[in-house]
């Protein structure tokens, strides 16, 4: 590549240029927005970002009142701390997690249709408790978990699918309670509320279903096979908020799940214990083992090539890296592989024996892709912290990095500038070796440490953390991609954020672009490609998801 863009290039860039300048424009209405109308469409080569707003009341937490919720009836406990310090305006209130770890509040969702170049469509809130098409089902996310409602297009893409929580707008603590079908008398959140996929086609018609997997945390991401008769999901979370051992309703409902989608009504469902679809542990490896089921804390997932792909980039057991379901038994007998060419997509649960469930938790499926990290947090000199993965195809892999999420001193910002695998890594296939690896990490323009404002959002200090309010981008999160005709591929993510916030995944984001030439693998061939600003969230706004829309010209877009 030269190092004088195309014509082309430029054009493309003018338009996101123009697109930022329009939404800008439009920010005072932009939270606002939704519709429920019978000509609600998504309509094909568009993007969808979820996105979530806060409910700005004071009124949401009283200083002083006693968190976790309802703790006193747990065997958690309440702590030794005289009441939450804030009230519920935003930004302040998400310091009052530094008082109480599982703290959260639900939120409103919803589905941005926009263009490519970022120019907003319209917008479709999913149906809540403060709407009147609630009776039909209801689902919200947590403000501040910012590895939630991440989209996904179904393996015949007729329908996006994403997941959250069946519980009232503006609801403490919801993040960490038990589902009622799997509770922890040790988990100090003493409420329970099931957790839910949600479909939506092009219409914007959705259907819910519910389940007691990630009890004691969150959901995260959803696939729906629906093919050749399939019409189950492959989903991706984390579970458990309470001591160690862990009861069975936490381990089964752990990591990657297998649910059966559902149309009958949420006022009439009645999940059952959860189904996991895979499981990792680290004696895979040769290590000793972890708590368990705490090893599959899973974050990213995708389906490409009837295979399904997780991510691990969080927590304190198992390992940080990219990994995949092994349907055949026979890809990776010392923990690490590729997948076997022509393997099925998995059609049922994990089997397991119950008498052992404690002892030695799930039978282990899953593999460490080849090329990979494989070495435990608990011993790893190095970590990367892998979200969003997307294939361009079978020899390239996108993987988004997060960043390691540093808040712990003055130096935040220079240490987030400074990360050298946060943003956007290619990742290559060598045929020869079996083996995937790292061609160059794309950050230009992603501003890595660069602190930027929001309006109305608070500027110098914040005192409970006495580091600065204004956020930066630490590394992205979510992610699609697509295919161009010239040859090279176009990449949508959502940035991850850090700041002197109590809770930095309360911060306003941002969705960023960025085009790389599909076969090149160096990193001087990509030094001049850039990450451009798409949308920015407002005030008491994240942005969380991005997918093409139901019924996207498979042709074009990439993913499964």
């Known amino acids: 590549m030269t190092k004088t863009l195309s014509s082309r290039s430029n054009r493309r860039r003018v338009a996101a240029v123009l697109a930022l300048t329009a939404l800008a424009a439009s920010a005072a209405a932009y939270a606002g927005d939704f519709s429920h109308d019978r000509d609600f469409h998504f309509w094909p080569g568009n993007l969808v970002v979820s996105r979530s707003v806060y409910d700005n009341k004071a009124s949401n937490v009283q200083v002083g009142m006693i968190l976790p919720v309802n703790c006193a009836a747990t ?14 305006t935003y930004p302040y209130v998400w310091n009052d997690v530094l008082y109480d770890a599982n703290f959260g509040i639900t939120s409103r969702i919803y589905l941005d249709q926009i263009t490519p170049n970022g120019g907003l469509v319209n917008s479709l809130e999913v149906p809540n408790s403060l709407l009147p098409t609630a009776m039909a089902g209801e689902l919200v996310t947590s403000f501040s978990s910012k590895s939630e409602i991440a989209l996904h297009l179904s393996l015949d893409r007729r329908y996006l699918t994403f997941m959250g929580y069946v519980a009232p707008v503006n609801a403490i603590d919801v993040s960490n309670s038990n589902t009622p079908g799997a509770v922890d008398p040790t988990n100090p959140v003493g409420q329970n509320f099931y957790r839910a996929v949600a479909a939506v086609d092009r219409d914007g018609h959705f259907n819910f279903t519910e389940t007691n997997a990630y009890s004691g945390n969150n959901g995260r991401a959803a696939i729906l096979d ?37 149309q009958v009504p949420e ?5 059952g214990a959860g189904a996991p679809l895979a499981s990792f542990s680290v004696t895979e490896l040769g290590k000793k083992a972890d708590k368990i089921g705490k090893d599959d804390n899973f974050r990213g997932m995708t389906v490409f090539d009837n295979v399904v792909y997780y991510t691990k980039g969080s927590g304190s057991n198992g390992v940080n890296t990219v990994y995949f379901v092994d349907t055949t038994g026979t890809a990776c007998p010392n923990g ?45 000199t190095s970590l990367t912290y892998p979200f969003g993965v997307w294939f361009a195809d079978a020899n390239t892999l996108y993987v988004a990095d997060e960043g390691d999420g540093y808040t712990g001193g003055a130096d935040l910002y220079a240490h987030a500038a400074a990360q050298t695998t946060a943003g956007l890594q290619k990742w290559v296939f060598n045929a020869t070796t079996k083996s995937w690896t790292l061609a160059y990490t794309l950050q230009a323009a992603l501003d890595l440490g660069q602190p930027y404002t929001v309006h109305d959002y608070p500027v110098g200090t914040n005192p409970a953390t006495n580091l600065p309010w204004s956020p930066a981008a630490d590394g992205l999160r979510n992610l699609t991609g697509r295919v161009d005709a010239d040859g090279r591929v176009t990449i949508w993510a959502l940035t991850s954020t850090i700041s002197g916030n109590g809770d ?27 990450f451009v600003t798409l949308r920015s969230a407002a005030f008491a706004e994240v942005l969380r998801g991005v997918s093409f829309t139901p019924d996207s010209d498979a042709r074009r877009d990439g993913g499964h």
């Open 226 to 262: 629906d093919r050749h008769g399939a019409n189950v999901f492959y989903t991706s979370g984390n579970a458990g908020n309470g001591s160690n051992p862990q009861p069975d309703g936490i381990i089964l409902g752990a990591g990657a799940q297998f649910i059966t989608s559902t």
């Open 504 to 530: 930095v995944g309360a911060d306003p984001n941002r969705l960023v672009a960025i085009r790389d030439n599909l076969k090149n693998t160096s990193a001087s061939g990509a030094s001049q490609e850039r």
């Open 75 to 88: 065997t958690g406990g309440c702590g030794a701390s005289t009441g939450a310090p804030y009230d519920g």
């Open 336 to 380: 690490v592989g590729v997948p076997v060419a022509g393997a099925a997509l998995p059609s049922a649960p994990l089997a397991y024996d119950a008498a052992t469930l404690q002892s030695t938790g799930l039978p282990n499926n899953m593999c460490v892709l080849a090329g990979f990290p494989s070495t435990p947090v608990k011993t790893a």
């Open 267 to 271: 006022v009439q469902q009645d999940p």
